[in-house]
């Protein structure tokens, strides 16, 4: 038992030494710089490619901000036409253009010609016979079938 005990201590103390030499040491050394490299380059990439990601955020966020600057400088230049002028003139003036005249219907007359959405009744679409010959027509006309009149 004893010797084992000193194998074993013999085995540790080989090893030790063997950590002492020179070539085991650079190997050491080497492996660490290896590894502290490695993990700089890993956590480089990992910066850029979060990098790249804003930088692809914020370009959309720029054209959509361009985009948007277009729209206010199109509507800019209708408001600024002389047909929204005159849409406007209509709406809020009541005013027309030179020879139109202007009908006024009291709001009775008009609302009684109107149907109101909810209040209308469900419309069943109807087709004529007219209509329906001139589909039977094009159907024949499409699957290339000879009718004779």
Known sequence: MNTKIQEIIKKIQDRVLRLRDV???GQVVFVVL???????GVKSIQSNYALQKQITGMSQQNDLQALQNNN???GNEYYKSNQYL???ARQNFGLAAAGEKLVVVPKEVALKRTVLFN???????????KERNNFEAW???FLN???DR
């Open 23 to 25: 070539r085991v040491a």
């Open 34 to 40: 290896v590894l502290l490299i490695s993990w700089s």
């Open 72 to 74: 206010l400088k199109l």
């Open 86 to 88: 005159e849409l406007s």
């Open 119 to 129: 209040d209308a009744p469900a419309q069943v679409a109807v087709t004529t016979s």
């Open 139 to 141: 159907v024949n006309f």
């Open 145 to 147: 079938r000879r009718v």
